[in-house]
């Protein structure tokens, strides 16, 4: 499987971890020894389900140790751009129902049997996305005052996971899917239009489970979409604030190396 790592982005004053980065881009923010990126390169490259790497938004001369046969993808200006620009890139010439692995640069603690063990999850099945997900209980336990953002369900109370696997055939060849789900960002209006606001209002109400709500906003976007339940708080722990990057550094201090 070929996983794009989304490393664009420059440093913005108001990013609360510009004093930290000094102007560098987020992804080179160095933490316990390696840049933020490093990290999530090593566990990429030594997972065995991962072939190739695609980077978008750095190049082969950032200081990142990157593996042979890396593909490098400028930056496309925005999140959503660069999951377009990344996938596109991973996925030229390939077979139609080839899957692609979307993994954040600010998720350190990844390990290679994580990796491997999501891409064991999807194998065999043919969905069009699949969506990580991580309990609140083992998110707290693992690391108490994440500072994530959890949201309630019928069932559970969830935060997303940094990785997505997708199946770029069915998103990026700028049809209907696309463009709600681009839309669907930019306002509450767009979202409920994109999701159905039935399935909204019946979320709100928490009459829904995860994996019902999954199915309604599948069935309206008319793709097919899985929730998967991660056993693996460290998929969940982006490093976005200070005290993010201070217990994910003791955390990495601690373990040591993959």
Known sequence: MKAVVLAGGGSDPADPL?????????????????????????????????????????????????????????????????????SLAATEGADPSTKVMVVSSDIPAIRPVMVDWLAAQVTGSQDDLYYLTVDRAAMDARYPGSGRSFIKFRDREICGGDITILRPAAFLDGGSVWKRLTEGRKSAAALAKAVGIDVLLLFLLRRLTVAETARRACARLRIRGRVIECPYPELGMDVDKPFQFDMVERDLLTRGGL
Not at 48 to 69: M, N, R
Request: hydrophobic share 50%; net charge negative.
């Open 18 to 86: 510009y004093e930290l980065s000094k102007g560098l881009p987020k992804a080179l923010l160095p933490i316990a020894g390696k840049p933020l990126l490093q990290w999530v390169v090593d566990a990429l490259a030594a997972a065995e389900a991962v072939d190739t790497l695609v980077v978008v938004g750095l190049g082969a001369g950032c200081g990142i140790h990157f593996p042979d046969g890396t593909v490098f993808v400028p930056d496309a200006g925005s999140l959503l751009g660069n999951v377009r620009a990344g």
